[in-house]
C-alpha cells in the first residue's frame, strides 16, 4: 500500500512540475559562445524562440541548420524575435565548437549544468522547441522541432500584437478627441 501512495505522490509531483502554456516562463541567465549574458527577463516585450540541442546529437545538428535556413535567415533575422539554441551540457568551448562547424549565425546559448534544461525538459529528448510571448508566458512548447508550426505560432503572437496596438492607438485618438 506504501508503495502505491509513493508512487502516486511521485507521479503527482512530475504532472505538478510540467509547465504549460500560458504559465510565466522560467527565467534563466546564460551566456553566448562569445561571453554575452542574457537573461530571459531583459527581453520581455520580445517574442522568443528557444530551441533546446545536443551538442553531440546529429538530430541537433539538423535542426540547427534548420534553425539557421528555416527561421533565422528566411524568417527572424530581420524581425524583433529572437532565435536561441540552448545546448544541454555543452562548455562554452563545445558550445563555440558546435556553431563554428555548422556556421550558424544565430546565439548559441551553453547551459552546462542543466539547470535551464531541467526547468523546460518534458521529457528526456531534445530538440526541444519553447516559445514565449511578449508578457513572458509560455506560448508553446513541444517535443521535437518543427519550422513550419514555429512560424505559424510566432505569425499569430505577431499579429495579435498589431490588433491589439492598433485598437489601443484607435482607442486613444478617440478618447483624446472627446
Known amino acids: ?8 505522490s511521485v507521479l503527482s509531483l512530475a504532472f505538478v512540475a510540467r509547465l504549460f502554456c500560458g504559465e510565466p516562463a522560467p ?6 559562445t562569445d561571453g554575452q ?9 520580445r517574442i522568443i524562440v528557444i530551441v533546446f540541442l545536443d ?7 539538423l535542426t540547427a541548420r534548420a534553425m539557421e535556413t528555416r527561421l ?6 530581420n524581425r524583433m524575435i529572437y532565435l536561441f539554441g540552448i ?8 558550445a563555440a565548437g558546435f556553431k563554428d562547424a555548422i556556421g550558424l549565425t544565430y546565439p548559441i546559448l551553453f547551459d552546462t ?3 535551464v534544461w531541467n526547468r523546460y525538459k518534458i521529457s528526456d529528448r531534445t530538440p526541444l522547441s519553447v516559445i514565449i510571448g511578449r508578457n513572458g508566458t509560455l506560448e508553446y512548447i513541444k517535443d521535437g522541432f518543427n519550422a513550419n508550426e514555429i512560424i505559424q ?10 490588433y491589439f496596438t492598433t485598437w489601443w492607438k484607435i482607442k486613444e485618438l478617440f478618447r483624446k478627441n472627446n
Do not use: P
Not at 1 to 8: I, P, T
Not at 72 to 77: E, G, L
Not at 153 to 162: A, G, T
Open 1 to 8: 500500500m506504501w508503495k502505491r501512495c509513493f508512487l502516486l
Open 27 to 32: 527565467d534563466f541567465t546564460l551566456y553566448t
Open 37 to 45: 549574458k542574457i537573461e530571459l527577463s531583459d527581453l520581455r516585450g
Open 55 to 61: 551538442h553531440r546529437s546529429s538530430q541537433s545538428i
Open 72 to 77: 533565422w535567415r528566411a524568417n527572424f533575422q
Open 87 to 94: 545546448l544541454v551540457g555543452a562548455s562554452q568551448a563545445d
Open 113 to 115: 549544468n542543466g539547470d
Open 153 to 162: 505560432k510566432v505569425n499569430e503572437l505577431q499579429s495579435s500584437n498589431i
